[in-house]
Antibody, heavy 120, light 107 residues
Framework: QVQLQESGPGLVKPSQTLSLTCTVS??????????WSWIRQHPGKGLEWIGY???????YFNPSLESRVTISRDSSKNQFSLRLSSVTAADTAVYYC????????????WGQGALVAVSS | DIQMTQSPSTLSASVGDRVTITCRAS??????LAWYQQKPGKAPKLLMS???TLESGVPSRFSGSGSGTEFTLTISSLQPDDFATYHC?????????FGQGTILEIK
């Protein structure tokens, strides 16, 4: 059973960089052809796909956030990370890491979510 | 981007009711649609994919239909555990997009 767990600061100052890490257990992020994604949910709103890192290491981002997003991985720790630069209050959200099924585009495993507030 | 629009935004219903949630895509997505259930403070849970294929363990009272631009999620007889928020998601093309969610509340 694949499990994902987000970790990182719950408060970030405006203009700084938001950093979150997702630790995966029950499966390797470097095998199986899966896509390891970040998704966020603004308070009381719908879900927004941020981007993914493929098992091969390649990445792809939502064009709306592409200029500010980096997704990387630490294979030795079976973790992947999100960095979102130049944050504003509009980036306040619950951030989820999730696995996109290798064969189709739905998300079958999710972390529990991490609330990140942007405030001075 | 493909826009996904759910209706209604909020649905009030009672245990035992049959309810339907609609999801419309701004362009054809064939059957590349997933439905999720989300409870307060929890992550979304995948209910079904390819518009109508139930995930293992999902009760048979849930069903999905549609193709192209219009889709529905139906719960045949609401149970107390079903009161939650439901999201649709298209995976026809990137960036993957979600509907705004439908809150299913107890009447």
């Amino acid at each position: 059973q694949v499990q994902l767990q987000e970790s990182g600061p719950g408060l970030v100052k405006p203009s700084q960089t938001l950093s979150l890490t997702c630790t995966v257990s029950g499966g390797s992020i470097t095998s199986g052809g899966n896509y390891w994604s970040w998704i966020r949910q603004h308070p009381g709103k719908g879900l927004e796909w941020i981007g993914y890192i493929y098992y091969s290491g390649s990445t792809y981002f939502n064009p709306s956030l592409e200029s500010r997003v980096t997704i990387s991985r630490d294979s030795s720790k079976n973790q992947f990370s999100l960095r979102l630069s130049s944050v504003t209050a509009a980036d306040t959200a619950v951030y989820y890491c999730a696995r996109r099924d290798q064969k189709a585009g739905y998300f079958d495993y999710w972390g529990q979510g991490a609330l990140v507030a942007v405030s001075s | 981007d493909i826009q996904m629009t759910q209706s209604p935004s909020t649905l009030s219903a009672s245990v035992g009711d049959r309810v339907t949630i609609t999801c419309r895509a701004s362009q054809s997505i064939n059957s590349w649609l997933a439905w999720y259930q989300q409870k307060p403070g929890k992550a979304p849970k995948l209910l079904m994919s390819k518009a109508s294929t139930l995930e293992s363990g999902v009760p048979s009272r849930f069903s999905g239909s549609g193709s192209g631009t219009e889709f529905t999620l139906t719960i045949s007889s609401l149970q107390p555990d079903d009161f939650a928020t439901y999201h649709c998601q298209q995976y026809k093309s990137y960036p993957y997009t979600f509907g705004q969610g439908t809150i299913l509340e107890i009447k």
